[in-house]
């Protein structure tokens, strides 16, 4: 059982009497002393009559005692400071322990309230985790449908990354490829909707949805959307060479995202999660797997038109603050 009694209060620093001898006492004792040696030592000595020998014995009998007892009043000077400062340093632990103890009482109070809390923004994430699931990069979404009404047949809240959908050889349509990577634009896209779930039963195409999914709801979480990126558009022919493996400057047209504040942030998560970043780095290899397979029958429209998606921006940002077009 916790002891919630208030810590006692600790005595006030330098109030304890210290130890020794005050130093402004000391040095008066010193001076007294030194001052009663050469006034026996000028009694007892003849200057006049006494050989140096006698005098120099004198003044050792009459100085002896004043070192010795200055000394003493030296040591106990230097005692008084020291228990002064031992007072003072005593006094400023047991106020900081007190206050280390306080604020533990007051952090076991609140745990619980600090618990709850806890619990209600995690849900609060999940939830909004799973609604950036249908539209990724727009800050206004519209009011979700009610509870109790039933959902329309071609749209759905929520939707699995697993499909059940019978898969097949045939490679997905480039309307069907390109509507998925851009996401279903509001609960209404219906063909939004079935691009991405014929996307998510083809196992070619499945790691790259999921793949965007991640990092674009990461980036939304920064506040970085793909509808309010303007990239600089790059000719068909600098995608095409990318999609036969060129890289580094020779593609850097590519890099087209020039939102220095996008880039900074992105460029400093990266830094800091190694989540995000494991999850950039797998996003960009399926990026180029799926593109370098969909180019070669793809006309320049459709690279175009594959080039403008939500998933290409998100590609052009992560790609320029991983160095893909500068390298």
């Not at 809240?157 to 634009?185: G, K, V």
Request: hydrophobic content about 45%; charged content about 25%; overall charge neutral.
């Amino acid at each position: 059982m916790t002891d919630n009694r208030p810590a006692p209060a600790p005595k006030p620093p330098g109030k304890a009497k210290p130890q020794g001898l005050d130093p402004r006492l000391a040095r008066i004792g010193a001076l007294a002393v030194w001052l009663v040696s050469g006034l026996g030592f000028l009694l007892v000595a003849d200057l006049t009559a006494m050989d140096r020998l006698t005098l120099g014995a004198i003044a050792l009998a009459a100085f002896t005692p004043a070192i010795i007892v200055s000394l003493g009043l030296l040591v106990a000077a230097a005692t008084w400071s020291l228990s002064r400062e031992t007072h003072h340093l005593q006094g400023a632990v047991d106020e900081l322990r007190r206050v280390v103890v306080q604020r533990e009482a007051e952090t076991a109070a609140l745990s619980p309230v600090a618990q709850s809390r806890l619990e209600d923004l995690k849900s609060a994430q999940e939830e909004t985790d799973t609604r950036l699931t249908m539209f990724f990069s727009q800050r206004t979404r519209p009011p979700s449908m009610p509870s109790d009404a039933p959902a329309p047949p071609d749209q759905q809240a929520t939707f699995p990354l697993d499909s059940d959908a019978q898969t097949t050889d045939a490679p997905l349509p480039p309307a069907d490829l390109i509507r998925a990577l851009n996401f279903p634009e509001n609960e209404d896209d219906a063909e939004g909707f079935h691009s991405l779930r014929r996307a998510l039963s083809d196992p070619r195409i499945a790691p790259l949805i999921r793949a965007a999914q991640d990092v674009l709801t990461r980036l939304a979480q920064e506040g970085i959307y793909m509808d309010d990126l303007r990239p600089d558009r790059a000719r068909p022919e600098f995608w095409r060479a990318f999609a036969q493996g060129t890289r580094g400057p020779m593609i850097a047209p590519l890099g087209g995202i020039r939102d220095r504040s996008c880039l900074a942030i992105t460029s400093g998560r990266m830094r800091s999660d190694p989540e995000f970043r494991a999850s950039a780095h797998l996003f960009l290899r399926e990026f180029d797997r799926v593109f370098s397979a969909f180019t070669p029958q793809a006309d320049d429209s459709q690279i175009t038109a594959i080039a403008d998606t939500r998933s290409a921006r998100a590609f052009m940002l992560v790609g320029r603050v991983s160095g893909v077009f500068s390298r």
